[in-house]
């Protein structure tokens, strides 16, 4: 039997690149520049001549893509987050899609960390004004943030955590050692949230309310699409800051740019958009937000292990055997895959 061949659209870590070319397959890298998106004709192109796909989640793997070759075996995205796949299109043509959870559960908390101390404490502005030579003396209003620990005060900060998955958990765990009272909503989660002695199970209403700081952590659907709008925004205090490492569109982003220039809200840190990489009108011109450029796995060791997995779920994809890390598991009880798989191992001969 052929090994076979894989198209990667965009350079992933090394780390996979080696599994990937041990594993004796051909391997194409359509857009060489990790700083370029790859053409949709490339995509398309490169789909049509592959056995498997691994792609990336700044693509839309939608129907075309997914239809663009009777032969394709398998959809190993470089992420933990999929809405950016068609899976109901991929169930009905029995194509099996993977990700990588897991690795980046920490590397991901970590950086929602990074960026609410970041807000709360004016880190960004402050190292300008300390390059650009501004300190002068040291001065007891400069660059007055909000406490995050019980600080001064002694009351204990409020976290809400939207999404309670595992990456929503991680950033818990974090407030834990900010001796935060954590808030947790998630509908499919209730059980877990309620068991958890750490942690209070809160309406969203109730949430938005009492919270500090309230960090997103749901994936995105239909029902996430716009969860925090205007009347969430206008429910939160003002003395608030808003997190969001999880999925831009998650947010109503005119309406937080509208909430953040009225001081409905103190501040607020992203990590995600809702058009990336384009970000909405007025946003970067405001001076109570952070912003970071979708990077929260991107750290060594997590980008490593997100690329091991990657190829590991490429390979299996490529044998016809159950991907490691399937997201669509229910793909492999249907005949749309087993007439595929048919189809290729005939063709493979
Ligand atoms: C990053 O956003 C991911 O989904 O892995
Ligand atoms: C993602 O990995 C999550 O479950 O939060």
């Not at 920490?106 to 990074?114: F, Q, R, Y």
């Amino acid at each position: 039997m052929p090994a076979g061949s894989i198209f990667v659209t965009r350079p992933i870590l090394e780390e996979g690149i080696e599994l990937l070319c041990g594993s004796g397959a051909t391997l194409r890298v359509g857009q060489a520049d990790g700083n370029a998106p790859i053409e949709r004709a490339a995509l398309l192109d490169g789909v049509r001549q592959a056995d498997v796909l691994v792609s990336h989640l700044s693509e839309t793997i939608d129907r075309e893509v997914l239809g663009a070759n009777p032969a394709l075996r398998g959809v190993a995205t470089y992420a933990v987050g999929y809405n950016n796949i068609d899976i109901k299109a991929a169930n009905e043509l029995g194509i099996p899609v993977s990700n990588t959870p897991d690795v980046l559960t920490d590397a991901t908390a970590d950086l929602t960390w990074a960026l609410l101390l970041a807000v709360a404490r004016h880190i960004p502005a402050a190292h300008r004004f300390t390059v650009e030579g501004h300190f002068a003396i040291w001065n007891p209003v400069l660059f007055l943030g909000a406490d995050v620990g019980p600080g001064g005060s002694g009351r204990r900060k409020v976290l809400g955590i939207i999404g309670f998955g595992r990456i929503g958990q991680a950033v818990a765990r974090r407030g834990q050692g900010f001796e935060m009272e954590i808030l947790a909503h998630d509908p499919s989660k209730r059980e877990e949230i309620t068991a958890n002695p750490d942690v209070a199970w809160a309406e969203i209403d109730e949430l938005l309310e009492r919270s500090d700081f309230v960090s997103l952590h749901a994936p995105l659907t239909e029902k996430t699409r716009h969860l925090i709008g205007t009347p969430e925004l206008q429910a939160m205090k003002p003395s608030a800051y808003l997190i969001n490492a999880a999925r831009g569109p998650i947010v109503d982003e005119k309406a937080l740019v509208r909430a953040l220039r009225e001081d409905w809200i103190a501040g607020a840190a992203l990590d995600v958009y809702e058009n990336e990489p384009q970000l909405a009108p007025g946003l970067a011109e405001l001076p109570n937000v952070v912003l970071a450029p979708h990077i929260g796995s991107a750290a060594r060791e997590t980008r490593a292990a997100m690329a091991r997995i990657v190829a590991r779920n490429a390979i299996a994809h490529l044998h016809g055997e159950p991907a490691p890390e399937v997201v669509n598991a229910e793909v492999y009880a249907g005949t749309a895959w087993r007439s595929r798989r048919k189809a290729w191992q005939g063709a493979d001969g």
